[in-house]
């Protein structure tokens, strides 16, 4: 069965750059979230969004943002990274309330 | 913040061996799923439950939500060494569809 696939797989970015995460949701799910995880820790909410509208905020920091399109993939845009941005970035989609599925997540390392 | 608890953090058992980790929170939720994360992977979905009292299996594995609606637990039976991996408990709020997680157990199979 299709799964979430999430682009790229690894990102290596310096201090201050930008950078632009995708994540394909399971076909026919309406629903995509974004999570952090830090090392060693779990992952913790960012943003949702249904059928294309944000449906939920969490610790996301200003200097990111994330939208869905038509076509429902997601892209969360990061500015100004930091160090600490460093980090598991997953996405994960649901039909609804039925459960989430992850993807495979994007590290992203900053230096 | 974290809202729930999960212990034990960590656990080295026999193969062939049970297992047990719950989860407890101050908050009611909707859901509680349990997760399954390898290094590298995302979150694999092991179980959800959706009424408080329900109690589910897949395979070896059965999970319970719990009648207070604040707690859950996850029994592995008969262990193996594909076991090994971190386990997440996840609720899903009454009010919205974001997961908050537990700091995961981390189980370690001995041959």
Not at chain 1, 60 to 86: K, T, W
Not at chain 2, 22 to 50: H, R
Request: hydrophobic fraction near 30%.
């Amino acid at each position: 069965a299709a799964g979430v696939i999430q682009s790229p797989r690894h990102l290596i970015k310096e201090k201050r750059e930008t950078a632009t995460l995708k994540c394909y949701p399971i076909p026919r799910h309406d629903t995509v979230y974004w999570y952090q995880q830090g090392p060693g820790q779990d992952p913790q909410f960012l943003i949702s969004f249904y059928e294309k509208m944000q449906s939920d905020k969490g610790s996301i920091p200003d200097r990111f943002s994330a939208q869905q399109f038509s076509d429902y993939h997601s892209e969360l845009n990061m500015s100004s990274l930091e160090l600490g941005d460093s980090a598991l970035y997953f996405c994960a989609s649901s039909l609804g309330r039925q459960p989430q599925h992850f993807g495979d997540g994007t590290r992203l390392s900053i230096l | 913040g974290q809202q729930l608890n999960q212990s034990p953090q960590s656990m080295f058992i026999q193969e062939g061996e049970d297992v047990s980790m719950n989860c407890t929170s101050s908050s009611i939720f909707n859901t509680w799923l349990w997760y399954k994360q390898d290094p590298g992977e995302g979150p694999v979905l092991l179980i959800a439950l959706y009424k408080a009292g329900e109690l589910t299996s897949n395979g070896r594995l059965t999970a319970q939500f719990g009648i207070t609606r604040k707690d859950s637990f996850l029994n592995i039976s008969a262990s193996i060494p594909s076991d090994v991996g971190i386990y997440f408990c996840a609720g899903g709020g009454v009010n919205d569809y974001k997961l908050s997680f537990g700091a995961g157990t981390t189980v370690t199979v001995r041959a």
